[in-house]
């Protein structure tokens, strides 16, 4: 019984932490558009109203692409900034079908739970190869 409460615990932490970096890029009024060219590989990120707070907008992102179905075909993406707000990666192979898509302002996935904001959203390959992203929250 302890153990399948402490693991209750864990997850209702966790998934209270994500809603509270949710918040914090709502607040930020943060959002970003995703660029995919599956030819060449290029991942490009454009950001809306970037925090002047350099803690905020690191110069290297971290883009988690998580398959729906075979965790094996993850990818984490690293996003270096180009400009101010402009940031570019490269796929590690070409992704087909829909993926879920998480922005962490960390360069290191084991630092996520630090990361003071996220931004998520959803693409599916056979119909566009741009997505929005946006905090989960309002």
């Known amino acids: 019984d302890d153990v399948i409460k402490d693991n209750y615990y864990k997850e209702g932490h966790m998934i209270n932490q994500a809603l509270e970096q949710d918040k914090h890029a709502h607040e930020l009024g943060l959002s970003g558009e995703l660029r995919f060219d599956r030819t060449s590989g290029d991942v490009l990120l454009t950001v ?5 707070d350099a803690k905020l907008m690191p110069d290297e992102l971290l883009l988690m692409m998580g398959h729906p179905v075979k965790a ?15 940031y570019r990666g490269e796929l590690k192979t070409e992704p087909d079908y829909s993926w879920y898509l998480t922005l962490y302002p960390i360069n290191d996935l084991e630092l996520r739970k630090e990361a003071p904001w996220t931004l998520s959203g959803e693409i599916n390959f056979r ?5 929005a992203l946006t905090p989960r929250v309002e």
Do not use: F, Y
């Open 72 to 86: 094996a075909k993850d990818q984490l993406i690293s996003l270096k900034a180009i400009t101010p707000g402009h």
């Open 48 to 52: 809306s109203n970037i925090p002047a």
């Open 127 to 131: 119909e566009s190869e741009v997505t």
